[in-house]
């Protein structure tokens, strides 16, 4: 048996076989379509949207990779009133969407009682869509506040399960422990959990990647987002080298092997290194795509990292262009909640 072959059959592999795999472009032909193979038998060639509604661009966190970080005197800061996120959310569910992210900076600005109100507010308005949140770190007893007012889903990447590497991506007070806590506590709560990591960060080694597939294997998350690192200007890591397409594809199409019916996105990171990355990131495994729901005014402000795209006027319609770039893939968008299909197991 081949290592693609193994894989496929073992949903899993030695660390040594994994570092083979990842190392050369060898399998990689084999490895997507396999990928795409399985992905078919949980989901057959539909496409989940989420609205990522982008509510704030204000941090108290200082990661160095990130461009909204609370160090970058450049950086734009905005925050949408709780009434145009309410206004995203409508104009999002007539163009079909039923999972509205809200994702942020860590912004003090939104307590608790402010993000329950718009959570409640949103699944009173539309009873038949998911909400998912993600902002950062918080306390258990706010991820349970949340949950109790419908929030669904929560996004926590958690960015390396290497501690150490991890030191190195931020300052001293942020750990991998306090954010692996968190990620515990949303799972105890009963929230669908997505975590996460950047491939090609500063100082990422294979061996880390590989540390990563180990952490999610314990975690078993319903979804898994990564995207290649890139580099934003005006960061300390402002002069590093991005992370690299066929290393992200790669780590795509191994991922959908291991967690074979989990939800993953051809993420925006993947769209802007390459301008068919999220293309490429579905033919490699990728289930998922999260279009912009933020108001256009705003896009560029929310700016992860350099030249991040479906910022500008001609953006004001991702939903039509991923639209035709879904069905350019061969998969269809579909009008769905999109949860995670765990019943149709082996
Ligand atoms: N390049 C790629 N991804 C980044 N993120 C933050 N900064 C960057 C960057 N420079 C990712 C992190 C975070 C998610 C919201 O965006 O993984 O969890
Ligand atoms: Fe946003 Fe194409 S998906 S412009």
Redesign the pocket.
């Given at each position: 048996m081949n290592l693609v072959e193994e894989l496929r059959t073992r949903r899993n592999l030695s660390d040594e076989d994994f570092l083979r795999l990842l190392k050369t472009d060898e399998y990689d032909q084999e490895l997507f379509s396999s990928a795409v193979r399985l992905r078919q038998k949980y989901y057959g060639n539909d496409v989940y949207l989420r609205g990522l509604i982008e509510i704030s661009s204000y941090c108290k966190n200082d990661c160095y990779y990130c461009g909204i970080r609370k160090g970058n005197r450049q950086a734009q800061r905005y925050r949408l009133s709780e009434e145009e996120i309410l206004e995203c959310a409508r104009q999002g569910y007539e163009l079909g969407f039923r999972t509205f992210v809200l994702q942020g900076g860590e912004d003090p600005w939104f307590t608790d009682e402010r993000i329950c109100g718009i959570v409640s507010q949103i699944k009173a308005e539309h009873p038949d869509c998911a909400v998912t949140l993600s902002l950062g770190e918080k306390e258990r007893s706010s991820y349970q506040a949340y949950f109790d007012a419908g929030a669904d889903r929560y996004l926590l990447r958690h960015e390396t399960a290497d501690p150490e590497h991890y030191s190195l991506l931020h300052p001293a007070g942020m750990s991998l422990s306090a954010r692996k806590q968190c990620l515990w506590d949303l799972k105890e709560i009963g929230y669908q959990v997505g975590s996460g990591f950047m491939v090609g960060s500063p100082w990422q080694t294979l061996e880390h990647l590989i540390a990563d597939i180990r952490f999610l294997q314990e975690l078993e998350p319903d979804m898994i987002g990564i995207g290649p690192y890139i580099n934003h200007r005006d960061t300390p890591f402002g002069g590093m080298e991005s992370g690299s397409l066929d290393l992200c594809l790669r780590m795509l199409g191994i991922l959908r092997h291991v967690f074979a019916d989990a939800l993953i996105p051809a993420t925006?990171a993947l769209?802007t290194i390459h301008p068919q990355g999220?293309e490429l990131g579905l033919l490699a495994g990728a289930n998922v795509?999260m279009?912009?729901l933020s108001p256009v005014s705003v896009r560029k402000k929310y700016e992860l990292y350099d030249n991040k795209?479906?910022t500008?006027e001609?953006?004001?319609?991702?939903?039509?262009?991923?639209q035709?770039?879904v069905s350019s893939a061969g998969f269809e968008i579909v009008v769905d909640r999109g949860d995670r299909r765990k019943e149709y197991g082996l």
């Open positions: 925006t769209g999220r795509v279009p912009n795209i479906c500008g001609e953006a004001a319609e991702c939903r039509g262009c991923l035709r770039r």
